[in-house]
């Protein structure tokens, strides 16, 4: 098993945005010290819920001051990007971190980005997978040639090509049914989570989406990765685990319920349906059943290894993202978590190894 720490640069508490983002390139900083294996800043836009617009910014920097770490985007949200500007930006940061990118993508998901960016929600399915097409034709091929719907390109060579080969890992974020085994087909890597709903019975059935689109296409299933997202927190005792860590897990799915919304006066669209009922369990959810549901694992070291090691089991993932840092919970209280995870969690569970692939 390796672990991750997902970056949101959320600010609900009031404090300036030079601190949020100061605190956040030191967590990031401290991962590598704490014996995590990744750090994944996501993209966010707008609101409080996150501001970091360009992962690649906050990666550059952390390049230049780690030497093992690797380095993740949880996500890119690839309508949102020019598909040659990420292929430069990741295939430069590739060669300034001697080798260490991860590129996460996705489709993203809060209609408020997408409104304010004046793109049309509906459309970034066949900008995804076009975007999707012109970044791996860039990173392997000498010159970009595409014609699509979105994107047209001749004969564009695109430097610098990246350090690793044939290129970069490549994750795809698979929130609704049909992208896990979408993400699959495309022989990608696979990056989910139980934050966005995702229940220990419907886990299982996705894994094996994602494996029977993996084999429908013709693509090996052997030495897959998958990084599942996960609340985890760990303090000296269970009572102070659960103590510090409820506010800031019930900030998140207060927030989240507003923003995967529509803005006001626009329909949902079509393709978005499953975030109307994500946003009403967000909306009325409570802190006994996230800990019933075991959406939030948080506790003493012995506790949280026990359940991550379940987790595993249930779950299929060769990397845990772990989400610490939200809700504007206490630097400190961050740092201490990942000491307690470095000294009493991670060492115990470094041989964990996922179930095999489903057969079918």
């Known amino acids: 098993m390796r672990f991750g720490m997902l970056h949101l640069f959320e600010n609900p508490v009031h404090k300036t945005e030079h601190e949020i983002i100061h605190e956040q390139m030191e967590l990031m900083r401290a991962a590598e010290e704490s014996g995590f294996d990744s750090v ?19 990666l550059a920097a952390i390049a230049s001051e780690t030497k093992r770490i690797r380095l993740g985007t949880g996500i890119v949200v690839l309508p949102m990007n020019h598909p040659l500007r990420v292929a430069e930006d990741y295939a430069f940061l590739d060669h300034l971190s001697d080798g260490r990118i991860d590129l996460g993508v996705g489709r ?108 429908a296409a013709g693509h090996s299933t052997e030495g897959r990765q998958a990084g599942c997202l996960a609340m985890v927190y760990v303090a000296d005792s269970m009572e102070q685990a659960r103590k510090e860590f409820q506010d800031p897990v019930l900030w998140y799915y207060k927030t989240i319920s507003k923003y995967v919304a529509p803005p006001k006066g626009q329909a949902a669209p079509r393709s978005y349906e499953m975030y109307t009922g994500f946003r009403d369990v967000a909306a009325s959810v409570d802190w006994e059943t996230l800990l019933e549901r075991e959406a939030v694992i948080c506790g003493d070291p012995d506790y949280v290894g026990e359940r991550l090691a379940e987790y595993q089991q249930i779950y299929g993932f060769t990397e845990l993202l772990c989400w610490t840092r939200l809700g504007g919970l206490d630097h400190q209280k961050v740092l201490h978590s990942m000491e307690l995870m470095r000294d009493k969690v991670i060492p115990s569970l470094r041989d964990a190894e996922p179930p095999p692939p489903p057969t079918e």
Request: proline residues 9%; aromatic residues 14%; glycine residues 8%.
């Open 108 to 215: 993203g998901y809060q209609p408020l980005e997408f409104q304010r960016y004046g793109i049309d929600q509906e459309t970034t399915r066949g900008q995804f997978r076009e975007a999707l097409d012109v970044i791996q034709q860039a990173w392997t091929q000498d010159t970009v040639d595409f014609e699509g719907e979105h994107y047209r390109f001749e004969g564009v060579p695109v430097r610098p090509k990246p350090l690793q080969q044939p290129s970069p890992p490549i994750w795809m974020a698979a929130l609704s049914p049909e992208t896990f085994e979408l993400a699959g087909s495309y022989g990608l890597n696979l990056l989910y989570g139980s934050v966005f709903g995702l229940s220990p019975e419907n886990a299982r059935l996705r894994r094996a989406d994602y494996f029977r689109g993996l084999r």
């Open 40 to 58: 994944w800043p996501a993209e966010h836009h707008f609101t409080e819920y996150g501001y970091c617009a360009s992962p690649a910014l906050s």
